[in-house]
């Protein structure tokens, strides 16, 4: 006697891949926190926040593409959607990732428009990109893997970050390229790379960025420190925020308690 099992017929990572992008889509402001520790305990509580999405950064942490396997679970448990940013525009972590089961991708530092369209074919199945077809993990080890197949380009987020004087020179054309939903600013990055320039021409670029985005139908995403900046960057278009990561959050409540207890040994002395 064999027994059917519904369960297999659903594709949680898919759902909340899906869910995600036609939120981002619809242009409502979105706003996630970085995840830097490869551990599935931390990954977990980092989801249990509610964030909007979880950021998973494989550039500058020790999260590698082939730990997604072990990390995902924990965001998929609560239903929070995990971007993977790669190390660089690398094919090989972008499928690893993808096939994992991440909701998307961040890739940094693309420059030119014949960059950002051979990323976008990485992540984009056939007619719309050259994609691999092997998503073990993400088609629940092959329980859905028609179904994946068939839905995968439309649940995936591709994310681009424009961080460098080329990449701006270069916006309108990248912002144009089918099969990216987002251009992200990495501040630091652009700033330098422009030579550290006031606060007037930084503004002037994200616009520029913002006005590329938006005249190409894309969204538009920042990573940012201050909530007050957010009615400005909203005004300006930019509806994809990342703000504040693990380790910051234990380092901004620890050093908050650690303050707190002296201020209360004060006290007692007094």
């Given at each position: ?5 519904p ?6 990572n898919l759902?909340?891949?899906s869910?995600?992008r ?10 996630g ?8 305990s ?12 979880l ?6 942490s020790?999260?590698e ?6 990390l ?10 995990s ?24 890739v ?10 051979a ?6 199945y056939a ?29 995936t ?7 460098s ?35 007037e021409t ?8 913002a ?20 009615p ?6 930019y509806?994809?925020?990342t ?9 901004s ?7 707190d ?8 002395a007094?």
């Open positions: 006697m064999t027994h059917a099992h369960e297999l017929s659903v594709n949680k759902a909340i891949a869910a995600f036609q939120r981002l889509i619809s242009g409502n402001p979105v706003f926190a970085w995840a830097m520790v490869p551990n599935p931390v990954i977990e509580v980092m989801a249990r926040l509610k964030f909007d999405f950021l998973l950064d494989g550039e500058h020790p999260i593409a082939g730990s997604l396997s072990t995902l679970p924990s965001t998929e448990l609560h239903g929070a959607p971007i993977f940013r790669p190390r660089s525009q690398t094919a090989s972590d972008i499928k690893t990732a993808l096939d994992a089961g991440a909701s998307g991708v961040m940094p530092m693309v420059e030119t428009v014949e960059e950002a369209r990323i976008v074919s990485v992540c984009r007619p719309l990109g050259q994609r691999g077809i092997g998503p073990w993990r993400a088609s629940g080890f092959y329980d859905q893997f028609a179904d994946y197949l068939q839905r995968a380009n439309d649940a987020t591709v994310v681009l970050q424009i961080e004087a080329t990449g701006l020179d270069n916006v309108e054309a990248i912002a144009a390229t089918a099969g990216l939903d987002v251009l992200y600013v990495g501040p630091s990055d652009l700033s330098s790379s422009l030579g550290n320039p006031s606060a930084m503004t002037e670029a994200l616009r520029r960025v006005n590329a985005a938006r005249g190409a139908g894309k969204a538009v995403g920042i990573d940012i420190y201050l909530l007050e900046r957010v400005e960057l909203v005004e300006m278009g509806s994809f925020f703000i504040g990561s693990d380790i910051g959050f234990i380092q409540a620890g050093r908050a308690l650690v303050g207890i002296a201020s209360c040994l004060d006290g007692l007094t």
